[in-house]
């Protein structure tokens, strides 16, 4: 029931207004109401998630927590309302490459893009860079190399066919099926030459050494033989 008001006239005694009566019937019933209110119930409620604003209620105090401004925060208010602005973060981003940059603000975005052989996806919140290109010289089907390749003494085996312009070091294996270590460069073994001496001075050729020094080091004259039999 609702607090019932008395009449009380224009002016004293002009008969407009609650008999005495009435008046203290009304009187009786606001008091029998005010006495079944119970204020004990009163209290605030915090609705939604997030920390709690209503802290308690202390007798007829209603206790509220009270907002502070944290890092890079402020709080304005006004009579209706509170306005609470964030003013933290990276404002801009500056970005730079081999060739160009950029400056990113709040509003712009940063595109990452693959190049040959490269794919980039973005899955969950994270992004993955993939190679498809060939990893070893075995997937590449014309390897070529920018510099010198320094083998580290490691072996270079299984070569069909080797070009080169120079050949400096050792070379082990097999030219034209024969094996160039037998061969001397000091010495040249012809075997064995049949003789036809029909003179003197044949007789002397056949008889005593010639040197005609060393392959490296021929000696100055020359010498014809016809042709091996």
Known sequence: MAV????????????????????????NQNFEELDLRDDEQTTGTNLGFGENVFKQRVNYDLEFRTLLAGTDVTITS???????SADGGIKSLNLESDVNNIDL????????????????????????????????????????????????????????????NSIVGDVTGLVHGIDIRTLSVQSLD??????NVTSTFD???????VDYGTIL???VFDSEFGSFV
């Open 4 to 27: 019932q008001l008395i009449n009380i006239g224009n002016v004293a005694n002009d008969g407009t207004g609650d008999d005495l009566r009435e008046a203290m019937i009304k009187i």
């Open 78 to 84: 006004n009579d209706v309302s509170l306005e609470i």
């Open 105 to 164: 603000n709040e509003q712009a975005s940063l595109h990452i893009a693959g190049g040959q052989d490269i794919s980039t996806t973005i899955i969950d919140g994270t992004m993955y860079i993939s190679y498809t290109g060939p990893t070893e010289v075995a997937d590449d089907t014309s390897p070529t190399l920018g510099g010198n390749l320094n083998a580290d003494s490691n072996n270079i085996s299984d070569v069909a066919t080797l070009t080169a």
């Open 190 to 195: 012809l075997g064995n030459i049949q003789l």
């Open 203 to 209: 007789l002397f050729l056949a008889t005593n050494d």
């Open 217 to 219: 080091a021929p000696a």
